[in-house]
T-cell receptor, first 119, second 112 residues
């Protein structure tokens, strides 16, 4: 069975600080995808990034960066120079690759990390 | 290009009643998934529809059922509502062979 653990329930930072959100996953699959979603108070889950299990190259996109380490089953997310608008709940998620399942993308989510960025 | 739309936004029902939630996927998408998100928790997968058939199902009782129409829109039905069914219900749309999923704003169901 797949499992995603986000040990940090809530993080509070002051604006402009860097913050890292941790994600540890468990899966028996050799081919899988990892995701980060942001959920603002409005409720909609906003897609941030997808990574497949064969691509361990870390990625930077503006103030966001992701560190995927297969050896430790971790997929951490860093926000540089945080802003008040970054305040939200962030979810890490895992799914099997469609070619393994024949199609479809059932996502297994962690319990989320509430990020509060204050002035 | 309209994203994923869900209706209604909020709903209050009484225990034992039945409810139907609706979802229109993003234009061009053929797969719809439904998730239940209890307060303070991550979304839990209910089921997924493709080509008007249920393709995958999570650990939810038969009280939860669904349907997908020829235009790819979908409905989630919950019978014999329990207080524990109170949650945010999220719809996600995608292409069948692509993992990237886009979510709607959700329907907040309150059972009293």
């Amino acid at each position: 069975a797949q499992k995603v653990t986000q040990a940090q329930t809530e993080i509070s930072v002051v604006e402009k600080e860097d913050v890292t959100l941790d994600c540890v996953y468990e899966t028996r699959d050799t081919t899988y995808y990892l995701f980060w979603y942001k959920q603002p108070p409005s409720g909609e889950l906003v897609f941030l990034i997808r990574r497949n299990s064969f691509d361990e190259q870390n990625e930077i996109s503006g103030r966001y960066s992701w560190n995927f380490q297969k050896s430790t089953s971790s997929f951490n997310f860093t926000i540089t120079a945080s802003q008040v608008v970054d305040s939200a709940v962030y979810f890490c998620a895992l799914s099997e690759a469609p070619r393994v399942t024949g199609g479809g993308n059932k996502l297994t989510f962690g319990t989320g990390t509430q990020l509060k960025v204050e002035l | 290009d309209a994203g994923v739309t869900q209706s209604p936004t909020h709903l209050i029902k009484t225990r034992g009643q039945q409810v139907t939630l609706r979802c229109s996927p993003k234009s061009g998408h053929d797969t719809v998934s439904w998730y239940q998100q209890a307060l303070g928790q991550g979304p839990q997968f209910i089921f997924q529809y493709y080509e008007e058939e249920e393709r995958q199902r999570g650990n939810f009782p038969d009280r939860f059922s669904g349907h997908q129409f020829p235009n790819y829109s979908s409905e989630l039905n919950v019978n014999a509502l329990l207080l524990g069914d109170s949650a945010l219900y999220l719809c996600a749309s995608s292409l069948w062979d692509i993992t990237e999923a886009f979510f709607g704003q959700g329907t907040r169901l309150t059972v009293v």
